[in-house]
């Protein structure tokens, strides 16, 4: 089965459109998805690259965006969604330990339905007991794991990797050494993995 | 007809997917598109919003997207093209002469081809005195006359016209009063023309 890395950080918008489809957009490709989560956020610092930060234009094109795009999907967001988060680490430090106890894909749902669905911001406490106890995690056993040094050192070399093959920004697929960026670029990145370009 | 107002400035690298494609994009849609000349670099500075500079890794995913999705396309860009261009504005001064008079698709093309097919930079005398001539229009009235303060005005007038519908970035589409930015967003913006969603 063809293999695609989905690097994702929790704290992007647009990842939010793929994190709801993905699943089913991979059973019907017939693609095996590996989640992968990074911090976007300290990318963008290291490269100067803040899409968003004091830019009203683009961030009301991206809101609007991202809602007429989501109904296409038949997802329901409340736009705009809590933005930007202040516990983008500590979420995605849970996803790292998710991904090592087969529990990530999961989590990373359940914690975006609520930022986007319920606008309880991903990373805070609120969200993280209420998404870990619907996956049937313990909050205080997990919140405390994901703060560990061994885990936040793992979130930081898998940050270094998402650098080493050139991923930017949320969400990215990378599939035989080409690297797709945006929620848009799923479909790409699927048919280079069946045909190694674009149809 | 359903009418779509194609918003892009001479110097967008991704415009270059839409120009070249557009106009067969409208006959198959059924859809009318009227280009619109503006100066992307001018938005882009009023808005502190410059996407590509000093940001090597997301350029170099750019030209890559670019050179994946012309291949689609039946394009055959030579990537990457000279950018950014130093005569964006005169460019776009001829684009709006040209959208007065009728000749400006046809030169918006010729002038992108050059630029992405043949290397010669949009905006200096090679390419506008190639591009013009192959369009059967005269160089040197059309360069004198696209720098009449009269053109100088509409272009200040256009961008200012783009910024006051929310247009950002270039290509971009209207439609209705909803704003499609890139040209990965000109189906979104064909369906929305036709049943007001994205379906």
């Known amino acids: 089965m063809a293999m695609i890395d989905f690097w994702y950080s929790i704290g992007s918008t647009y990842s939010y459109l793929t994190v709801m489809r993905l699943s089913g957009v991979a059973q019907t490709a017939g693609i095996d998805f590996r989640w992968r989560p990074f911090n976007v ?15 009203p234009e683009k961030t009301a094109h991206m809101w609007r965006d991202i809602e007429r795009r989501a109904a296409r999907y038949g997802l329901a967001p409340t736009i705009p969604a809590p933005y930007p988060l202040p516990g983008l680490v500590l979420a995605n430090q849970v996803a790292i330990l998710g991904a090592e106890e087969g529990w990530g894909e999961a989590y990373t749902r359940a914690t975006y339905r609520r930022w ?8 805070e406490d609120a969200n993280l007991s209420d998404s870990l106890s619907e996956i049937g995690e313990d909050p205080i056993r997990v919140i405390e794991a994901a703060q560990a040094s061994r885990i936040v050192e793992a979130l930081t070399l898998a940050t270094n990797q998402a650098m080493e093959v050139g991923v930017f920004g949320s969400p990215s697929f990378l599939v035989d050494g ?3 960026w945006g929620d848009d670029r799923l479909d790409d990145a699927i048919n280079w993995a069946r045909v190694g370009k674009l149809t």
Chains 1, 2 share one sequence.
């Open 116 to 123: 986007f669905e319920v606008g309880q911001p991903a990373g």
């Open 178 to 180: 080409e690297l797709f």
């Open 41 to 55: 956020r300290r990318v963008m610092m290291a490269q100067n690259n803040i899409p968003f930060k004091d830019k």
